[in-house]
């Protein structure tokens, strides 16, 4: 079997335990002076991908764990979080504070970078508690043209490159079954992930963490989703969005 050369990206969103509000514009959720931390799919992303490792679970073993983040100078906070948890290196794409990316960029900004990497495994969570888009994945997969496992909640390896995921689905469970270089999405039953203990953290300062712009990759934050307003319930606030360009 091939060695891993996984791929994890990772965003940086409002704490789940931080309950969002809205701006007085109507124009998105209030992000000044709110606690972030790693959207907690990704969270699960890194965790599985260290354990692939530590319990040597892939034939040919893991060659490299690259953390991978587009987002404003903070988000360097989580890349360094996740090379606590056990990856090698990160890289950041920094973009204007209060700028988004929406799924489509980022998928085609993530094919760059597995090409630029030489990655053959991508794991990233199946979608950011933010926008609740769960499109990246999917995106990134078809952009590749490589097979993808969505939800995974086990993954295993095997002989000839084969991984096998298992999801839960209503009713039960559902197997699936491809061949590296794929793209796999993370759900909550996968794993507990870690605490990044003090040590770690200091340790992990010394690891490589490389800038990038959009522009280092031939690319821009074009916009193809226009957002009419934000409003609040008494559980959630969600986003009110058109298309402005067909993909």
């Known amino acids: 079997m091939s060695a891993l050369r996984i791929l994890v990206p990772v965003k940086r969103v409002i704490d789940y335990a931080v309950k969002p509000r809205v701006n007085k514009a109507q124009t998105g959720v209030e992000t000044a002076g709110v606690k972030h931390s790693m959207n907690p799919f990704d969270d699960l992303s890194v965790e599985e991908s260290v354990r692939i490792r530590e319990k040597k679970r ?121 061949k590296l270089p794929m793209v796999i999405t993370t759900d909550l039953r996968l794993n507990t992930p870690r605490y990044a203990t003090l040590p770690n953290i200091m340790k992990a300062k010394k690891k490589k963490l490389d800038k990038k712009t959009l522009e280092d990759y031939g690319l821009t934050n074009d916009k193809r989703l226009k957002v009419l307003k934000v409003t609040g319930t008494l559980r959630y606030s969600f986003y009110m969005a058109v298309f402005s360009s067909p993909y």
């Open 58 to 178: 892939a034939p040919g073993g893991v060659e490299d764990i690259c953390a991978f983040s587009a987002g404003p100078p903070k988000a360097q906070e989580i890349l360094r979080t996740a090379m606590a948890m056990g990856a090698d290196r990160g890289i950041h794409v920094e973009i204007k504070d209060g700028e988004e990316l929406e799924p489509l960029t980022v998928a085609k900004l993530l094919k760059k970078s597995v090409e630029e990497q030489k990655s053959n495994l991508v794991i990233l969570g199946k979608q950011s508690i933010d926008d609740d888009a769960g499109q990246t994945g999917q995106m990134l997969a078809g952009l590749l043209n490589w097979p993808q496992a969505t939800q995974a909640s086990k993954i295993e390896f095997g002989e000839n490159d084969s991984v096998t995921v298992t999801k839960e689905i209503d009713g039960g469970v559902e197997t699936v079954r491809a």
